[in-house]
Structure formats: C-alpha cells, structure tokens
C-alpha cells in the first residue's frame, strides 16, 4: 500500500472512532439546545401574546366600530372562554392540554395559554397562542458542528500520521535505495559467473559441483531480476504482446531444474498445448519465476513440484503446487519485506512484485495451504487475455 493511501485510510479511520465517541456529547448537546429553542420559543409566544392584549387594551368600543385582531406570519392565536370553547381563534389543530403556561405536543404543536382578567376582553377567559416548534436551525447547527469536527479531526489525524510516517519513509527509502546499489553490484559479477560457467561445461565435462554453483546463481539471478523489476516498474510501460505460454512455462521449467535438483526436487507439469496469452513477457516471467522458486524453496527435500497450465473456454489457469512447509498466513506473504520463514533467505519482494502485476492486469489467485502439508498457488487470467488455440 502506498504512503499516502496508508496515511488516507487510517486518517478515515480514526476520524470515524473520534466521530463515533462525539456522539454521546452530542445528543447531550441537540437536547440541551433544543431546550433552550423551546425556552426561546415560549419567550416569542409571550411576545406576541403581549402584542395581543396591548391591541385589546386599547380597543374601545365607544369610539371603534369594530375591533381588528392581530394575525401575525408564523404565529396563530384565538380567545377561548372558560371551558376553552373558541370565541374566536385562528388555531386550527387540536390542543392535549388545557392548563395556563405553555406546552409543547408530541406532534411539536407549542402554545401558551395565558388566563385574562373575567368579562373584560369580549367575554374570554383565556388567550392562547400558539405556533408549530421546528427544530431546524438546532439540526443544522449541530450538522455544521458535527462536519467542522469531522474536517477538523480528519486533517488533524492526516498531518500527524504524514509527520510520524516521515522516519519509517525514511527507512524504506533507505532500504529501496539499497537495492538499487544491490542490483547494480549484483550484475556484472552474476554475468561473469554465468558465463564462464557456460564455457566450462562446454569443454569440460560435467561436474556436479559446477552444477551447484549453476543452480545458486540462477537463484541469485531470480533475486537480481525482481529487484531490477522494482527499480524499473515505475519508469517503463511494459507492453502487451501474444505469448505461446505452454513453450514459455516449459522454458521457466528447465531453468529452474538444476536448483529443485540441489534438493532432489522434481518438477513435474502438465501443460495444454498452444496456450496463447496476451500479456507482457516479462511480468509472466516475474509471476513464473516467483512461484516455482518459492515452490522449491519451501518443499520438503525429495518431493515434487507440480505446475500446471489449463485453458478453459473463457479463461486460463497456472497453478504452482508443493508439498512442503505451507503457509500459516496467506494475507501477510504479499505484503513487501514480509518473510514467514526467515530462515529461507530472500528480500520478501517477489510476491508483493507478483501481487502488483495481478491488480494492474486483473489476474484472479486463489491460494490454498495447510502446515507440512504444502500450498496451492492458482492464477486465473481473465478472458480479454487468453485466446483460444489454433485448431
């Protein structure tokens, strides 16, 4: 995973956890403010009210023909008389309580029933306004408080991850850098040994201590070409091109029988023939390689190495079976660096290499393991890669 992915997701997630612990605070706090709405509520209406008697107060009836009640935008009020029959109201929804003092329903209906003084305000008894209690505002404070925390928090865990990061970045540049200078020392003595290997058995026979240094340099060779892989996969675009894949694996398969022979391993195949594929030559070798080398690397001395090539109508299937130590954590073995037996050697990388060609090109694995029993690599090419065999 990228540096940067890593500090986006794990911000997210915490982000999240501080979210998810801000939730009691806040209900506390939208029930505390929406209190306080209603306080303020019951102030408007009180208001209003005011307005109401103030209008009545001055209304006189020897002097006014008629009196004009107040109407008002948001607020609805009416005169009631002592057993809260309407002499005239303009609250067109049922009231649940008929007590002075003010009340909210549990249909957000709020009113304010105000006593007034026997036969003075055309025969009433009680002044009620009322209004509908929308706690809008109170939401959307609380949303943009909520929002403000998350940015805020998200940012915040974002910063310090990137900061905290900085000396593991460093140490990983440090370590790419390293085999960087490897694959550069690495080659030029690797070629020469493989060389002057080549023309010694050409004119001299064989010899199988010639032949353990042939098979420990093609080991070293799989090491020196994922390290070249690595440096090179973010400054070249690798090409698609037909490959007869069955010629292919059985030239992987030949390479690689002097080092299962270190271990009296043999590699036994079962291939279909004119399996065609469109892909890159060097990713599949990258995939190739990795398997088999690991195959042998981790079986049991003595045992056999299975690969195997099938072509179905829509899809192609490589398999790499073993028999030896098996897998204890199958997600773990592509992350990079990662080595289940550090015992065996190697970088950790040509898995997490393998796993980057299989996303980029959309190649399904299933992997299949139990301890000291062995392990199942099986790789799925999708159809748009695999082509149908000349008949």
Same mark, same amino acid.
């Given at each position: 995973m990228k540096d940067s992915q890593y500090a986006l997701k794990n911000a997210a997630l915490y982000t999240g956890l501080i979210t998810v612990i801000l939730l009691a605070p806040l209900y506390v706090y939208t029930v505390y403010m929406k209190q306080i709405h209603g306080i303020q509520n019951e102030l408007m209406l009180?208001?209003?009210?005011?307005?109401?008697?103030?209008?009545?107060?001055?209304? #006189?009836?020897?002097?006014?023909?008629?009196?004009?009640? $107040?109407?008002?935008?948001?607020?609805?009020?009416?005169?009631?008389?002592? =057993?809260?029959? /309407?002499?005239?109201?303009?609250? #067109?929804? /049922?009231?649940? =309580? @008929?007590?002075?003092?003010? =009340?909210?329903?549990?249909?957000?209906?709020?009113?304010?029933?105000?006593?007034? $003084?026997?036969?003075?305000?055309?025969?009433?008894?009680?002044?009620?306004?009322?209004?509908?209690?929308?706690?809008? /505002?109170?939401?959307?404070?609380?949303?943009?408080?909520?929002?403000?925390?998350?940015?805020?928090?998200?940012?915040?865990?974002?910063?310090?991850?990137?900061? @905290?990061?900085? $000396? @593991?970045?460093?140490?990983? !540049?440090?370590?790419?850098?390293?085999?960087?200078?490897?694959? =550069?020392?690495?080659?030029? /003595?690797?070629?020469?040994?493989?060389?002057?290997?080549?023309?010694?058995?050409?004119?001299?026979?064989?010899?199988?201590?010639? !032949?353990?240094?042939?098979?420990?340099?093609?080991?070293?060779?799989?090491?020196?070409?994922?390290?070249?892989?690595?440096?090179?996969?973010?400054?070249?675009?690798?090409?698609?091109?037909?490959?007869?894949?069955?010629?292919f694996v059985r030239e992987r398969i030949l390479y690689f029988n002097e080092v299962a022979a270190m271990k009296g391993i043999t590699i036994a195949s079962e291939i279909d023939e004119g399996v065609i594929l469109h892909f890159n030559q060097t990713q599949l070798q990258r995939i190739i390689d990795n398997n088999i080398s690991n195959a042998i690397k981790y079986s049991h001395e003595n045992s056999i190495v299975e690969v195997a090539l099938k072509q179905y109508d829509h899809r192609c299937e490589l398999t790499f079976k073993d028999y030896g130590l098996g897998i204890e954590n199958t997600e773990k073995i592509f992350e990079r660096y990662y080595r289940e037996e550090t015992g065996k050697g190697g970088f950790g990388i040509g898995l997490n290499i393998v796993k980057a060609i299989m996303e980029e090109a959309g190649i399904a694995l299933e992997v299949t393991s139990a301890p000291q029993q062995g392990s199942t690599f099986t790789y799925v090419f999708p159809p748009e890669l695999c082509q149908k065999p000349a008949i």
């Open positions: 009180k208001q209003h009210a005011s307005r109401i008697i103030s209008a009545m107060e001055e209304y #006189d009836e020897n002097r006014d023909n008629y009196f004009e009640y $107040p109407r008002f935008k948001r607020i609805v009020s009416g005169l009631y008389d002592l =057993h809260f029959k /309407p002499v005239f109201t303009l609250i #067109d929804f /049922p009231m649940e =309580h @008929f007590a002075a003092g003010y =009340h909210i329903d549990e249909s957000r209906s709020a009113y304010l029933i105000i006593p007034l $003084p026997r036969e003075r305000y055309f025969g009433a008894e009680y002044l009620i306004v009322a209004n509908h209690l929308n706690y809008a /505002p109170v939401y959307e404070r609380v949303a943009v408080i909520l929002i403000a925390i998350v940015v805020l928090v998200f940012f915040l865990s974002l910063l310090f991850l990137q900061r @905290f990061a900085l $000396p @593991f970045k460093r140490v990983n !540049q440090k370590l790419d850098n390293f085999i960087k200078d490897t694959v =550069h020392e690495i080659n030029t /003595p690797l070629s020469i040994i493989n060389i002057n290997i080549d023309l010694y058995n050409r004119k001299n026979p064989q010899s199988k201590y010639l !032949q353990r240094i042939k098979a420990a340099s093609k080991t070293l060779s799989n090491i020196y070409n994922d390290m070249e892989y690595l440096i090179k996969n973010r400054q070249i675009v690798f090409e698609y091109d037909d490959i007869d894949v069955s010629a």
